[in-house]
């Protein structure tokens, strides 16, 4: 846990996005005392130089990558779940529940680092195309920005059906595509999901009621990934707490994949009184949320900045220039002087322009890609067609 400790203060941004309910009378809750436990705590250089910012103690984080570095009250409610190894490729996933969130699933290290590079790739590049796929920027903006592609400080998009955060819906006719590869790596995840056996919840569509059919059908069978929203999270930067309840199809697990820089997640109950259980998420993670953690409240108060090498353009590549256009963690190619943002157009730059811009957004960068099902029938309207 030590590099975790090592975490620096820089300053506060949280966002008062809807998402999260940043209310004075939630601050009292059980779930925001651990919230305001794991935040980064940021200090201007002036304050700095009078006072250390806090360290944050991460003892209490479980994680998966490291068995052993757990409390022993932890280790006692981590479970491995048995899969079976995967015919095709051989390889032996691993899945682990936690005792203290039923239903909460995580598969460490799931995603190749191959898988990670073409998702934070289509992450920064195609899924924040807002011709394609509607977005909105965070509450820094002045004014919302069509941009062409991820550009800080945008803070999320969506793929598939839209969902309008002010009412908690979705629209059947407002749409995107939904991304083949997302699909096709979403409908694997959810075949592993199906092979995790829990006595005390079932994975399995419980109502019956299999896409298209009718009928009850194994669940990875009609699974169909409907929407998706990614998350851009710059070092600093937080989610608060909230459910994802907006869904028809609630016995369908919600499928989450961390990808950049490590987060602490935090997951409870479906009650804000109860305090949640903090795991750390590392890019190639997927955490599913089946059984009761589907209605559980969780939050994401923490990035760590530690983007693997893979992801980034390492410290001993990157030039003075470039650094030069970091502001708070984000990568700003296009900051114009009273600091609005300029959309760029990603056709007028070169492939190889194109892969050092996303690689330079990752540097102090986490994405998450949750994906969901929104209604029991299918919604073949929303196929990526070539
Ligand atoms: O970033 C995460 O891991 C969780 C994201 C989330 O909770 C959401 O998008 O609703």
Redesign the pocket.
Same mark, same amino acid.
């Given at each position: 846990m030590s590099e975790l400790v090592t975490a620096a203060a820089a300053m506060d941004d949280c966002p008062k996005r809807d998402?999260g309910g940043c209310k004075s009378e939630l601050s009292f809750t059980s779930f925001r005392q651990v919230e305001k436990k794991y935040k980064l705590v940021q200090y201007s250089r002036r304050e700095a130089k009078r006072n250390k910012a806090p360290e944050t103690d991460f003892t209490d984080v479980v994680r998966f990558d490291d068995l052993e570095a757990n409390t022993e009250a932890n280790k006692q409610l981590i479970h491995e779940v048995p899969l079976r190894t995967d015919e095709a490729t051989g390889s032996n996933y691993k899945c682990y529940t936690f005792g203290g969130v039923p239903g909460l699933l995580i598969f460490p290290q799931v995603l190749t680092a191959e898988e990670q590079v073409e998702l934070c790739r289509e992450s920064i590049l195609v899924y924040g195309d807002a011709s394609q796929h509607p977005n909105i920027l965070s509450t820094h903006a002045k004014a919302p920005v069509q941009t062409h592609c991820y550009q800080p400080p945008m803070r999320?998009a969506t793929l598939g059906f839209s969902y309008e955060w002010t009412n908690k819906t979705y629209h059947k006719d407002r749409y995107s595509t939904f991304p083949r590869l997302l699909k096709e790596r979403m409908c694997f995840l959810m075949k592993l999901v199906e092979h995790v056996t829990q006595d005390s919840f079932s994975c399995m569509g419980s109502s019956g009621a299999g896409v298209g059919d009718g009928a009850t059908a194994p669940l990875a069978a009609t699974y169909e990934p409907q929407t998706a929203?990614v #998350?851009y999270?710059p070092v600093g930067s937080m989610?608060m707490c909230?459910q994802?309840v907006s869904e028809e199809t609630m016995d369908r697990p919600l499928v989450?994949a961390?990808l950049g820089c490590s987060?602490v997640?935090l997951m409870g109950t479906e009650s804000r009184d109860d305090a949640p259980y903090a795991f750390l998420?590392r890019s190639g993670d997927v955490?599913a949320f089946a059984g009761p953690s589907r209605r559980a409240f969780?939050?994401?108060p923490r990035i760590l900045d530690d983007c693997p090498d893979y992801l980034t353009v390492p410290d001993e590549a990157i030039t003075v220039e470039e650094l030069a256009h970091f502001d708070n963690h984000c990568y700003y190619k296009n900051k114009t002087a009273d600091g609005s943002i300029a959309p760029f157009v990603l056709e007028v730059m070169s492939k190889a322009e194109r892969e050092r811009y996303w690689r330079l957004c990752m540097r102090h960068l986490?994405v #998450?890609i #949750?994906a969901r099902q929104v209604y029991t029938e299918a919604c073949p309207f929303l196929a990526d067609v070539e």
């Open positions: 998402r999320w929203i #998350n999270y989610m909230h994802d989450s961390s987060a997640f998420l955490a969780h939050a994401v986490r #998450n #949750n």
